[in-house]
């Protein structure tokens, strides 16, 4: 399924090893974790059956600050998330904002954007070794 302004990537592994690299990675860019929220849990606390999905609430004042600054309507898409769930087939996709769609969304100068861009630590997740 495409949408608009919307970047899936495969991971090789399991939901939660995924977050646990992505957490990792976050951090180790000084980006913090505001939350991490298990869904699968939180619908089965209601008896709804769902394939395992998590999400990340994550962000850095330093750098989304002049983007709020610039357009204070980014808020509303601020602080970032990524969405890492499992398909009915299996497969683990790390789902996210692209960056380039929130610059034009919001009117914002490229200079300022590439906060938005994760692709890199994505990528860093994916080829990492395992965090202890």
Known sequence: MIIKGIISKTSPYSVKETVDRLVVMLTLHDIKIYARIDQQEELQSSQIAALPMEYLLFGSPKHSGPLMVENPLIAIDLPMKIIVWQSD????????????????????????????????????????????
């Open 89 to 132: 087939d299996n497969e683990v996709f790390v789902t996210y904002n692209d960056a380039a769609y929130l610059s034009e969304r919001f009117g914002l100068h490229e200079d300022l954007t590439s906060y938005l861009s994760i692709h890199h630590l994505l990528l860093e997740q994916m080829t990492a070794s395992s965090p202890n």
